[in-house]
C-alpha cells in the first residue's frame, strides 16, 4: 500500500483566522506570502502526482536509425535517387570471403533491400589461373548465411561475346591499341619504378586503328604468348588527370597462359582486365549505385572514361548509366586477410634463405592451420564455425557504420559486440575444462535428486532443462587449492563453497594426488547443511554419472604481434612470430547432458540458412558452439568469444 500523495490546504489556511493579540505581533507579511506561495507550489505538485504518467519520446522509443537512412550511405542514394534501386556484390572467385566482405555485402545488399529495390552476385570471373569451382560455392553459401538472396546470379563471362565487340569498337573509336611492350617497359612510361619521372606514350600508341585490329584478332587468334601483346585503353596522359595512374593507358584485355575457363572452356586466348569488364557489366545490368571500397576511388576516373567513350554513359552526369561511390574498407588488426598469406598458412610454403656462407637455402615451412575455415583466422567460413552468428556480424557492421574512412578494429572490440549477442539469444550450461572428481561421502541415495533448471536465469531465453544431483561430481582442477588463502574464494581443505543450483553447499575434508604427476586426483567432501556460514561464491560442476565426455578448444591470437602484416612474408619470418597457444585444446572435457538435448532441437550444418548453430554460454568459461565434424562418440567444442573478465577478483 503507498502513502496518498499530499492534499493542497484549505485557502482559508493561507491566511489568519483573526487579528493576534497586541502583544504578539504574529508572522509578518511577507512570511504569510512566502507560505501561502509554498502551499501552492506543494497543491500543484500534488495534483500533477495524481495524473497519468506520459513517456517520454526517447531514441531508444523511436527505435534505431538505419545506416541507410542517414550518413553515408543517405548521401549516396541521395545523389541519385532512382526509383528502381540496381546494386551488385561482385566478388573474384579466387579465394574465400574475409569479415571485410560482410561490410561489402551488408552495404550493397542492404542498399538495394532497404530502398526496395535489388542486388545482383556477379562473380567477376576474369582470371582463370586462379578460380575454382569452391570458391564459388562458398561465396553464395555465405551470402545465404547472411540472410540475403540475390535478385540474379551472373558472370562477367556471361559477357565475353559482347565485352570483345567492344574492344573491337574501342578501337575503332580510336579508343585502343595493342601495345607489344614488357613490363619493365611499361613501368618507364609511367615515370619509373617510384612514378614520379618523365611520362611518355608507348610507342605502338600512335600505330593505325586497322593495325590496331589486326593485333587484337592475334592475340585472339593464340599468335602471341602471356606477356607478349595487350590491348592498352587509349586515356589521356596530359588532362587534369595526369596525375592518375588509373588514365595511363591502362590493359583491357591480356593473353593468359594457362587460358582453361571452367565456364567458357578453352575458346578464349585473352581475357579482359578488371577495369575494362567491370563498369561495362554494371551498365549491361542498369546498375544505379555501384559501391566499392575507396581502393577504388581513383579508378572512377577510368570508370566514367571508358562508358563515356561506349555511350553507356553521359559525360559529367549521373542520369545516365552506373554511378560508382567507394566507402571505408573494414580491416581487423593482429590478423591476416590477404588470400595470399593466408594461404601459406593453411598451406605451407617454401622459402629461400642465406646461411651464414651465403649460400641459398631452402626451407619448409608447415601449415600454421587446418584450413581457411580454421577458427583462427578471420575468413568468414573461420568466423561461422568458430559459432560467430550472421546477425550478430551484421549487426557488428551496422555498429561501425559505413563512411569513407577506413575502419580499422582489434580482435577484442568484434569480441565485445558478440559477446554482447550471445549474452541475450544462448542458453546457458555446465562445462568443466580440466575435471576433478568430488566425492560428497555424506551424501545418500535419497538426496539425490532432478533440478529443474532455466537455460536463462534472466528469463531472456526461454526454455529449461533438468540437472541430476548426484554423489559425485566434477569441478574444474582450477576450482580447488591444496592450500587455502584468505583471499580465495573456491574450494580448499575445510573450505566451503556453493555449487550452482546444488541444494547445498560443500565442504573438502581431503584429497588424493597423483604421486608420478602431483596433480590431484580425487576430492573428498561433506555436505554443509548445518552451518551457518556464507558461502562466498558459487562454482560449476558435472555430475559424473550423466555428464557427457567433450573435447574443447579455446582460442588466442594467432600471432604474437599485433601488425602481422608488417612481418617478413617473402622468406617466412611470420613463422617465427605464430603463438604456441594459439589454439588450446581440453581432450578430457565435460559438459551436462542438456548439451545432447540442444544438439537434437538445432543443427550441426553451418550451411543452414537459418543460422541454428548449437551454441551456449559455459558458466564461468567461454561462449561455445558444437564443431560440425562433431560425432555421435566424440562431440568438439570451439570457443567462440571469452566471457567478461572481472578485474577485481
Known amino acids: 500500500m503507498t502513502d496518498a500523495p499530499a492534499q493542497a490546504p484549505p485557502a482559508e489556511a493561507a491566511t489568519p483566522a483573526a487579528a493576534p493579540p497586541a502583544e504578539d505581533k504574529g508572522p509578518s507579511k511577507r512570511a504569510l506570502e512566502k507560505a501561502a506561495k509554498k502551499a501552492a507550489a506543494k497543491a500543484k505538485k500534488a495534483e500533477f502526482a495524481l495524473r497519468p504518467k506520459e513517456k517520454k519520446e526517447t531514441k531508444e522509443s523511436a527505435g534505431p536509425v538505419s545506416i541507410f537512412s542517414e550518413g553515408w550511405l543517405k548521401r549516396v542514394y541521395d545523389e541519385k535517387p532512382v526509383k528502381e534501386v540496381r546494386t551488385r556484390f561482385p566478388p573474384e572467385p579466387n579465394g574465400y570471403l574475409h569479415i571485410g566482405h560482410a561490410k561489402a555485402i551488408a ?118 604468348k602471356a606477356g607478349e601483346a595487350y590491348l592498352r585503353m587509349k586515356q589521356s596522359l596530359t588532362d587534369p588527370n595526369e596525375g592518375n595512374p588509373q588514365m595511363w593507358d591502362l590493359p583491357a584485355y591480356r593473353v593468359v597462359a594457362q587460358n582453361h575457363h571452367h565456364r567458357t572452356g ?33 579508378s572512377r576516373v577510368s570508370y566514367d572514361w571508358l562508358l563515356e567513350k561506349l555511350d553507356f554513359k553521359v559525360p559529367k552526369s549521373e542520369e545516365k548509366g552506373p554511378m560508382q561511390r567507394e566507402y571505408g574498407r573494414l580491416n581487423v588488426g593482429g590478423t591476416i586477410l590477404s588470400k595470399r598469406r593466408i594461404l601459406m598458412l593453411v598451406e605451407g610454403t617454401t622459402v629461400e634463405k642465406k646461411n651464414a656462407d651465403g649460400a641459398t637455402e631452402k626451407t619448409v615451412i608447415p601449415p600454421a592451420v587446418r584450413g581457411w575455415d580454421d577458427p583462427r583466422l578471420y575468413t568468414l567460413v573461420a568466423l561461422r564455425r568458430r559459432g560467430i552468428p550472421a546477425q550478430a556480424l551484421l549487426r557488428f557492421v551496422e555498429e561501425l557504420g559505413v563512411t569513407d574512412a577506413l575502419t580499422e578494429i582489434q580482435p577484442f572490440r568484434l569480441d565485445s559486440s558478440i559477446r554482447k549477442y550471445l549474452e541475450r539469444t544462448v542458453p546457458r550450461q555446465m562445462l568443466i575444462l580440466d575435471p576433478i572428481k568430488v566425492i560428497i561421502e555424506d551424501m545418500t541415495a535419497e538426496d539425490e535428486q532432478e533440478v529443474t533448471v532455466p537455460y536463462d536465469p534472466k528469463g531472456t531465453v526461454p526454455g529449461q532443462r533438468t540437472v541430476k544431483v548426484g554423489r559425485e561430481v566434477y569441478i574444474d582442477r582450477s576450482d580447488f587449492r591444496e592450500e587455502d588463502d584468505p583471499d580465495y574464494r573456491r574450494l580448499a581443505p575445510n573450505k566451503l563453497v556453493g555449487l550452482y543450483n546444488f541444494p547445498f553447499p560443500i565442504r573438502a ?96 550444418n553451418p550451411s543452414d540458412s537459418s543460422d541454428n548453430m548449437v551454441r551456449f554460454q559455459a558458466l564461468r568459461v567461454a561462449y561455445f558452439c558444437v564443431d560440425v565434424e562433431s560425432t555421435e562418440d566424440e562431440i568438439v567444442l570451439n570457443q567462440i568469444v571469452s566471457l567478461r573478465e572481472d578485474k577485481g577478483k
Open 107 to 224: 552495404v550493397n545488399f542492404g542498399f538495394a533491400k532497404h530502398h526496395k529495390g535489388v542486388c545482383f552476385l556477379r562473380y567477376d570471373d576474369t582470371n582463370p589461373e586462379k578460380e575454382e569451382e569452391k570458391y564459388f560455392t562458398s561465396i553464395l553459401d555465405i551470402i545465404k548465411w547472411l540472410g540475403f538472396e540475390p535478385y540474379q546470379i551472373t558472370y562477367s563471362s556471361d559477357s565475353f561475346d559482347r565485352l570483345y565487340d567492344l574492344a573491337e569498337e574501342l578501337i575503332r573509336r580510336d579508343g585502343a591499341y595493342v601495345c607489344h611492350c614488357s613490363r619493365e617497359e611499361v613501368n618507364r612510361q609511367r615515370g619509373g619504378p617510384d612514378n614520379r619521372g618523365a611520362r611518355y606514350a608507348c610507342e605502338h600508341r600512335t600505330r593505325s586503328i586497322e593495325s590496331s585490329l589486326e593485333e587484337f584478332r592475334a592475340m585472339r587468334d593464340g599468335k602471341y
Open 266 to 298: 578453352d575458346r578464349w586466348k585473352i581475357y579482359p582486365t578488371y577495369d575494362f569488364t567491370h563498369c561495362l557489366c554494371d551498365a549491361f545490368e542498369n546498375i544505379s549505385h555501384s559501391m566499392c571500397t575507396t581502393e577504388f576511388q581513383q
Open 509 to 604: 575434508t581431503s584429497f588424493s594426488k597423483d604421486e608420478s604427476t602431483g596433480k590431484v586426483t580425487e576430492i573428498r567432501a561433506v555436505k554443509a547443511t548445518w552451518t551457518t556460514e556464507k558461502t562466498k561464491t558459487h562454482i560449476q560442476w558435472v555430475d559424473v554419472a550423466t555428464g557427457i565426455p567433450v573435447k574443447a578448444r579455446q582460442y588466442n591470437s594467432l600471432f604474437k604481434s599485433e601488425s602481422p602484416n608488417t612481418l617478413d612474408w617473402k622468406t617466412g619470418g611470420w613463422a617465427d612470430d605464430l603463438r604456441d597457444d594459439s589454439e588450446i585444446v581440453y581432450p578430457n572435457a565435460v559438459i551436462e547432458r542438456g548439451l545432447k538435448e540442444l544438439i537434437k532441437e538445432r543443427s550441426l
